[in-house]
């Protein structure tokens, strides 16, 4: 009976150590394919930083850094990472981004800087190569700033209006690697009455992969004040943008959104800072991913995932 027992489990610990696990840090490149399947079972955005640390991606850049939170989970999700590089864009710098990066520069809202949030004094972002780009997206001083360069991971989080949203993806899907991701936060509407005269032109959803059903605007969070509880702004400007644009220049590839359906708990078991990632809204993120060279084709089996400026 004992030499049975400890062939079984001698079989056991070799079939073990014959199947590979993910660990924090793998080299191993997901597929187009893997990363839609992982966000499809973590349908919050919180879960783009872990395409770094267990999916392989190297280069990133946040559009839009507000005060820095966003980008504060991604360089400390990623602090295992043995090398990475995280550029941030934000042309109007806040006092609580500056004492976070001081290359930022000068606040524009002059408030005071503390040197007891830094990055630097706080060891985050020590394994990774930070760049501050002061410009507006769209300002040929970004296009420069960010020229010639390929992204794994392209976040835009900055103008919300429907010109510019529209004329950032044109100008930065052609700045994400093959295999990466353009994604953008605040995808969602409230189900606008399309016959009111105002609303006419709105002809969502449109005929794109994956662009039906628009996700709904969700209730302001707790951190929004005396606006907490009311219904959140309608965001269909960025749905518009983000439709057209890929009916018009990517018809072929599939339009993914994340739920934002998360929870203090929830986060807490998967070492993630919940205060780091709520924001005044629950709105979803959208996403496309770039095909490897010489694919086509729409990503993942399904349209729609099922399952906020920081």
Same mark, same amino acid.
């Not at 966000?39 to 919050?44: C, D, N």
């Not at 930070?130 to 296009?143: N, Y």
């Given at each position: 009976?004992?030499?049975?027992?400890?062939?079984?489990? /001698?079989?056991?610990?070799?079939?073990?150590?014959?199947?590979?696990?993910?660990t924090v840090g793998a080299s191993t490149r997901w597929s187009t394919d893997?990363?839609?399947?992982?966000?499809?079972?973590?349908?919050? /955005?919180? %879960?783009?930083?872990?395409?770094? /640390?267990? &999916?392989?991606?190297?280069?990133g850049i946040e559009v839009g850094v507000a005060g820095g939170r966003f980008s504060e989970h991604m360089l400390i999700d990623n602090a295992a990472l043995p090398a990475w590089s995280w550029s941030m864009m934000e042309p109007f710098p806040s006092g609580t981004l500056t004492s976070r990066y001081p290359a930022f520069g000068r606040p524009s809202d002059n408030k005071t800087v503390s040197s007891k949030m830094a990055w630097s004094t706080r060891g985050?972002?020590?394994?990774?190569?930070?760049?501050?780009?002061?410009?507006?997206?769209?300002?040929?001083?970004?296009?420069?700033?960010?020229?010639?360069?390929? %992204?794994?991971?392209? %976040?835009?989080? &900055?103008?919300?209006? %429907?010109?510019?949203v529209k004329a950032e993806m044109y100008l930065y899907w052609p700045k994400v690697a093959p295999g990466g991701m353009l994604a953008g936060h605040d995808y969602c509407d409230q189900k606008e009455d399309r016959t009111k005269e105002a609303n006419r032109s709105l002809k969502l959803p449109l005929r794109c992969l994956g662009c039906s059903p628009i996700p709904t605007c969700g209730t302001y969070t707790e951190i929004?004040?005396?606006?907490?509880?009311? /219904?959140?702004?309608?965001?269909?400007?960025?749905?518009?943008?983000?439709?057209?644009?890929?009916?018009?220049?990517?018809p072929q590839l599939t339009l993914h959104h994340t739920l934002e359906d998360f929870t203090r708990e929830g986060f807490a078991t998967d070492g993630i800072d919940y205060k780091l990632l709520l924001t005044k809204t629950r709105n979803p993120s959208w996403f496309v991913m770039k095909p490897l060279e010489g694919r086509q084709g729409h990503s993942g089996g399904g349209r729609q995932l099922q399952g906020d400026r920081g």
């Open positions: 009976m004992k030499k049975m027992m400890k062939k079984a489990m /001698r079989d056991v610990m070799l079939m073990l150590a014959s199947c590979s696990f993910p893997e990363v839609v399947k992982f966000i499809a079972a973590h349908p919050q /955005r919180a %879960y783009f930083s872990r395409l770094f /640390r267990d &999916g392989g991606f190297r280069t985050i972002g020590s394994n990774a190569r930070l760049t501050a780009i002061r410009e507006l997206s769209t300002a040929k001083a970004a296009l420069d700033a960010t020229a010639g360069a390929q %992204y794994d991971f392209i %976040y835009l989080d &900055g103008a919300h209006d %429907y010109v510019n929004a004040g005396t606006q907490s509880g009311r /219904r959140a702004r309608t965001q269909v400007a960025v749905v518009q943008a983000v439709q057209e644009w890929l009916l018009d220049a990517e």
